[in-house]
């Protein structure tokens, strides 16, 4: 059965997850800025492209959820005691709508993490000491795809969990099937 604590501890959990995706993709822009002025040998400079593309997104992404999470917790609790219909009106589709996009997200990680791992086999070359110009630029593409596949996709793994505990709440509460 959802209660209001439910309510409270999911968009709180939100919260959290939105700050520490803005977090990590501020270090992500901040280490890209690192290799790109400091640390400027080719494996670095690929590894800084994607840092700072996939850092960008990440923090604009948690700035977002950890914006809204404030407001969007007030008006389901509000909802939840003087206007249940729209939890079902409202809230249950918006919650459907983000489980598809986690769900394309991880589809995306995952395809994220193949394109790291061809990158670095491709390239695996680099690793033997026979460097071909141009290696270890997509090397360090390559490893920057597969460290962020793995944390995004871990993070959004939880927070799929999270958004489907909450969306089965919220079926049994507005009787929606």
């Known amino acids: ?78 909802a939840y005691d003087m206007n249940p219909g729209k939890l079902k009106s409202e809230e249950f589709p918006r919650m459907e709508k983000a489980i598809k996009s986690i769900t394309i997200f991880l589809a995306l990680e995952f395809v994220l993490l193949v394109v790291g791992i061809v990158l670095i086999w491709a390239n695996r070359l680099f690793f033997v000491n026979v460097q071909p110009k141009g290696s270890a630029f997509w090397v360090g593409i390559g490893l920057v795809f597969i460290i962020q596949s793995l944390l995004l996709s871990g993070a959004d793994y939880l927070a799929y969990k999270r958004g489907k505990e909450y969306i089965a709440k919220l079926e049994h509460f507005t009787g929606k099937p």
């Open 1 to 78: 059965m959802l209660t209001k604590a439910d309510i409270e501890q999911y968009f709180i959990a939100e919260k959290s997850a939105g700050l520490l995706f803005l977090i990590l993709g501020i270090a992500a822009v901040l280490i890209a800025v690192v290799f790109f002025t400091f640390l400027k040998s080719p494996i670095y400079k690929g590894a800084a492209w994607p840092l700072i593309i996939l850092g960008a997104l990440q923090a604009g992404i948690g700035y977002t959820i950890y914006a809204r999470s404030d407001k969007q917790r007030i008006d389901t609790v509000y």
